[in-house]
Nanobody
């Protein structure tokens, strides 16, 4: 049974930080690119950041470059999204996704994935 479980969301003040883990099971993690996506109310889902299966390539949306960092721990089958200097416009439900042998371009720009998590809410507000 494939599972992607996001956690770490919550309410944070502007300028604050959060780290979102995505814990996975049920598939061969090493063969999958992993991505973080978000969807705000009334907006389309967007690719935030993606990381290749062997950690040699990453993608960041322009809106989060320099503030967010994606990383993966293959031993723990977990991907992390470190979010710093958060802004109100970062408020959204954040989802992680896995794509078998996908490029970061295919995942984050074209939105392709094989598996999706249920999401975690991030709210940035004072």
């Amino acid at each position: 049974q494939v599972q992607l479980v996001e956690s770490g969301g919550g309410l944070v003040q502007p300028g604050g930080s959060l780290r979102l883990p995505c814990a996975t099971s049920g598939f061969t993690f090493d063969y999958y690119a992993i991505g973080w996506f978000r969807q705000a109310p009334g907006k389309e889902r967007e690719g935030v950041s993606c990381i290749s299966r062997n950690d040699d390539s990453t993608y960041y949306a322009d809106s989060v470059k320099g503030r967010f960092t994606i990383s993966r721990d293959n031993a723990k089958k977990t991907v992390y999204l470190q979010m710093n200097r958060l802004k109100p416009e970062d408020t959204a439900v954040y989802y992680c996704a896995a794509g078998f042998l996908f490029s970061v371009q295919a995942m984050c720009v074209e939105g392709e994935s094989d598996y999706w998590g249920q999401g975690t809410q991030v709210t940035v507000s004072s």
